[in-house]
């Protein structure tokens, strides 16, 4: 629920997917759900979450540093602190991370939010 209407809020002429990133494309973001119940802190509390909390990391691979670092800060600018109907809040866990180059040479970028849903 919380992935598809990520996907919506995000331009449309981005190369967006729900869920791992494909190996066959160069330049795509991903965004995948997870139940919560994943700590986003290293020596976090693993029950501190509930299916209610979903975390939402999505993953940017680009082929330009410049480009992927600037959709990771429009994603972060877009998502923090969002809130509609049926959504509480979404919420920057940390920030914008480069993760480095790919075994094909492209850049890949993370971003992470802990979402809250109305029950």
């Given amino acids: ?11 449309t002429e981005w190369p967006l997917v ?8 160069n330049v795509v973001v991903g965004i995948m759900e997870y139940d919560g119940a994943t700590s986003t802190e290293y020596f976090g509390d693993k029950d501190s979450s509930s299916i209610y ?22 994603i972060r600018d877009t998502l923090h602190r969002y809130h509609d109907d049926s959504i509480l809040s979404i919420l920057l866990v940390g920030a914008p991370i ?10 890949e970028f993370q971003v ?3 979402a809250q849903v109305k029950e």
């Fill in 1 to 11: 629920m919380i992935a598809e209407r990520v996907y919506e809020l995000l331009p």
């Fill in 18 to 25: 729900i869920g791992d990133l494909p190996s066959t494309n």
């Fill in 53 to 74: 909390g979903p975390i939402v990391k999505i993953v940017i691979r680009h082929t330009s540093y410049a480009t992927g670092q600037q959709w990771a800060t429009q």
């Fill in 98 to 107: 480069y993760l480095g180059r790919s075994p094909e040479k492209l850049h």
């Fill in 112 to 114: 992470t939010f802990r």
